[in-house]
């Protein structure tokens, strides 16, 4: 008989315990009793004041409010899905730890479940989790008050972890851990994060599939996606009420089509128009293209916006004649309006990420796949269709010249994304996903958060 070896648990509980600890150190002050002010959830309390106070009073979920516009469904503000048992499961997975500790818990938890699906060494998985846990916009959005987002983007990793483990290990398994780790993204209520991820998931798919074509295992190729159809189904059952009013409400708001042809001057209004929000609207926050250096050096612009009084070393020495008026500048000088920060992945995380790709190279010509986003960006081509055209190649010829599929989807995804982050500074590209993959793309606003 065959006795479990527990030894195999202690880095587990070793990385559970690891990440308890750094999630309520770096957060303290919530054992304080402390909240981390955060404007956009100050600006959801008010809207959602009026839900809360009538929930209180008549124990029944009003569906409509009129304390936001002149009256809007209250299910797209603060509804409870009190059926929806994902909602406990997220809990679990963010230990239920005070807000924003949770989510600290939930990002080093999810990378962690990732490198154990790719069968990393668990001690060496809770270093990576932590490489990826403190990446600097994780923060940001925080601070910020996207909490949405946040946890959309603690169960990426989990996600892909699981089709991951579909694909190339134990079937069922994978296909329940995908079915859960899927209806747990989808009900964040971030489809924006979600649809980014739905990138990364199909050309992971297409990958897999051209991998199975050359060792001749279509069949079980096939199998295989259908049971990882099957667990996306479910996930997104588990969640078709909250999507299914989101779609119907969303028609007829800014997100649907405008009926407006002309501008407020009375100017044509056709250049911008979208079957969803205008161009201008959609790509109001872009990613400059020079602004991507932030990946390797948080602050190549400057960093968030604030006055340069808050730096008391880039005053110092500075002649008082002139310390206030350059203490009121800003020291943000990116393409953005204004940002909390910077998206920062890590020099070292961008270098080690470099090497696995040479590591992994494609008999000899992974230059050529390097190369390519370096020439399609600096070509800039006006027409949207052949700027398209020279992405979708891109990611094709990968197809062929990666060994690894799963290097090949992440570095494909990482490409792609970091282009539709550059938004009106790679318009070419940006018009052709508004035309022609317009479902998502053109209902949202922030093109920058592409890049997390």
Known sequence: MNTFNWKR?????????????????????????????????????????????????????????????????????????????????DKVFRGFLPRPADFLFLYLMGMFILLLCLRVDPWLAIVGAVAFGF????????????????????????????MHMLYRRRLLLGGALLALFMGLEISTNHVQVTYYLGILLLLFALAEGVRAIREKQLPDFLKRSGVGLVAVILGLACNVGMLWTTYEYGKLTTRGQSELTIRSDGSSAEDIRTEGLDRDYVTDWSYGKSESLTLLVPDAKGGATSALANHPEALSGLDQRYRQNIGQMNAYWGDQRFTSGPV??????????????????????????????????????????????????????????????????????LFLTLLLSWGR??????????????VMINSERSLSSSLL
């Open 135 to 162: 990446s600097s916009y994780f923060f940001v959005i925080l601070e910020a008050g996207h909490t949405s987002k946040a946890n959309a983007i603690g169960y990426m990793p989990m996600v892909l972890g699981a």
């Open 425 to 438: 500074n790679l318009m070419p590209l940006t018009d052709f996903f508004l035309t022609t993959f317009r």
């Open 9 to 89: 648990l202690l880095p587990v509980f070793a990385a559970i315990a690891l990440f308890y600890t750094l999630s309520l150190v770096y957060f303290s002050p919530v054992l304080e009793g402390k909240k981390l002010v955060q404007s956009d959830i100050k600006n959801w309390q008010g809207m959602a004041q009026e839900v809360a106070e009538h929930r209180a009073e008549f124990d029944e979920e009003p569906l409509w409010t009129g304390s936001m516009f002149s009256g809007m469904p209250a299910y797209q503000i603060f509804v409870q899905w009190p059926s929806n048992l994902l909602l406990k499961v």
């Open 344 to 413: 920062y992945l890590g020099a070292i995380v961008v270098l080690l990420m470099l090497l696995m790709l040479v590591r992994t190279e494609a008999h000899g010509r992974w230059w050529l796949l390097a190369s390519v986003p370096v020439v399609a960006a600096l070509i800039g081509i006006n027409d949207p269709m052949l700027s398209g055209a020279l992405v979708i190649v891109y990611l094709l010829a990968g197809l062929w010249l990666m060994r690894d599929t799963l290097t090949y989807a992440l570095f494909g995804a």
